[in-house]
């Protein structure tokens, strides 16, 4: 094409391109309607007795003995009569078990006495490195296993929002996210924004496209010295429900600006995703230096930073793929112990669930080939114990 050629697009590119939006818009908005028929919102499907095993730690003999002798609620049964278990029943389940069964303490894993708060952030430097992925997994296994959990979204995209069966553009356009509670001109109490979640023990503070404002208006706040500076607006935006939650989970930007830095800094542990290739390895590797100097910058203006751990997870890892194999083995002699031991694995389920803004633990296992789901449910859920270790830690317990 010669450079006299006319454009493809006609008319005003601007408007072209705010139609466009407004088409896509409407188009998701109808399908994520259809998605969820009848209704509007997501709801979260019913789990099974193996699966309430496997979460709870109790065995499905003493399941089947415990509803008999009538120690645990009624619950929905299928058409062979095999029991069906909300969230709610077994988040009830468990605490029926923490007063009455052996080592009750056990089936309770949150906060105890004087346990902080853990306040964890997923970061990487480079997008597509599954930290919006792996933010819901964990998010909702924490809930399902019986911590009180809340996801905040810190990246404008919002695509964690949207998971949880929102539309960002439509419905948060004049606000209600997590930049309200944490932009300098009349922020409010972060309870307002926080919005109770179809999971069970799962809450969220969403994001929009106004959460990219915040980049803007922190600059202008470091020049006029507005208080309080960005070092510290999310963790006293916590403080006011640090009382409801024993984990926050942040699906942080793929950009180490201000707003990843304000979830750094309010954060008692970071983990940092990584698909196992050069490029990304490269990437990360950019981003750890730009970030380990940030800090330091921030160390020398207002004192010591601390956190209590800082792990490393290979994502979307192919285990065929001899390169990846190369490269996790390299970033393991590299990083040691850093690098949790469980990878998380590509997966068609993982993705052909997304397609309709859904987790592994959200699907119908019918829907999926058996074998498939039992494959990633291992990965996934391997990764979400391994981790879990590492914040049981953080309180100080031992665990086996």
Known sequence: MSISSKPAVSGSVAASIAANAVRLSEALDNHM????????????RKFQPAEVSELTG?????????????????????????RLYSAAEIDQIRHIMAKTGRNGDAYLPGRRGTDALQVISIVNFKGGSSKTTSAIHLAQRYALRGYRVLAIDMDPQASLTTMFGYRPEIEFAEGGTIYDAL??????????????????NLDLAPAGLMLSEYETETAYALQHKIDPPFTQRLAIALDEVEANYDLV??????????????????STGLLITVVPSMLDVASMAQFLEMAGETVRALEEAAGPIHWNFL?????????????????????????????????????????????????????????VLKKTLDRILESVNGVANEFETVIQNAWGRETD
């Open 58 to 82: 109790i065995s499905m003999s003493n399941l089947r003995t415990r509803h008999q002798d009538g120690d645990f609620p009624e619950v929905e049964t299928d058409s062979r009569g095999r």
């Open 183 to 200: 932009k300098y001109e009349e922020p409010v109490p972060i309870s307002q924004v926080i919005r109770k979640t179809y999971f069970h």
């Open 33 to 44: 309607r259809n998605s969820f028929q009848p209704e509007s919102r997501k709801t979260l």
């Open 249 to 266: 989970i942040i699906d942080c930007p793929p950009q180490l600006g201000f707003t990843t830095m304000t979830a750094l800094l309010a």
């Open 311 to 367: 792990k490393f997870l290979i994502a979307r890892y192919e285990p065929t793929d001899v390169p990846q194999s190369q490269m996790a083995g390299f970033l393991r002699s590299i990083l040691l112990d850093q690098v949790l031991t469980t990878p998380m694995l590509k997966s068609t389920a993982i993705s052909d669930a997304g397609m309709t803004q859904q987790t592994i633990y959200e699907i119908e296992p019918s829907q």
